[in-house]
């Protein structure tokens, strides 16, 4: 194996187990959002959809490079890991009432990127099949629009002087839900408008 083709398959593992941690983030995000509205059963739910998805993306993580060099018991417990990890998700978007495809928004960037890094590279990687086209896209499904207004903000698609005010709301947010988090307390309603979370 040339060292081109080392670096492309570890380039692209390195972009399965991503999609897979995309996934976890924007799901316990959603969580710890819900619980901040109210929402009951919400941060659980966001916890335990971080909880199974993180365990499939370490699994993944730990998987061979090459996807030809994969045994079948590899194979096997990854896809029953990857179908409990989206039963998770599925419980946050029965919780929230809603669905949302944020991570497979962030999940086609990254991808265009690693083909693009392929590209440079100089090779094409027929031999290593984009994993989107397997297990992923029928075990990760569809999430809601909450995440979505989240990134707006960040990409800056709000009105230019609502940007600032927005970043910090969002950072004090997100500092918030993580000190409670890691003191196992639970996170308070948001009630003041200055703090809203759209």
Known sequence: MSEATDAILDLRHANEFTDIENTAIV???????????????????????????????????????DPAKRTPAHLKIRD?????????????????GAENDEDERMNKETNAFVNQ????????????????????????????????????????????????????RFSSVIATLLICHCEGRRPQAISSPGAKIR
């Open 27 to 65: 799901y316990v995000l959603r969580g710890w959002f819900g619980s901040l509205a109210a929402i009951p059963g919400a941060i659980e739910a966001g916890d335990d959809a971080w909880a199974f998805t993180t365990l499939a993306e370490h699994f993944v993580s730990l998987l061979d490079k």
């Open 80 to 96: 029953l890991l990857l179908a409990r990890a989206k039963e998770a998700q599925d419980a946050v978007d029965a919780v929230l």
């Open 117 to 168: 890094l392929v590209q440079k590279i100089g090779k094409s990687d027929k031999k290593t099949t984009d994993h989107n086209d397997k297990s992923n896209k029928k075990t990760l499904g569809k999430k809601t629009h909450e995440v979505v207004r989240m990134a707006s903000v960040a990409d800056g698609e709000e009105e230019k002087e609502e940007e600032e005010e927005e970043g910090f």
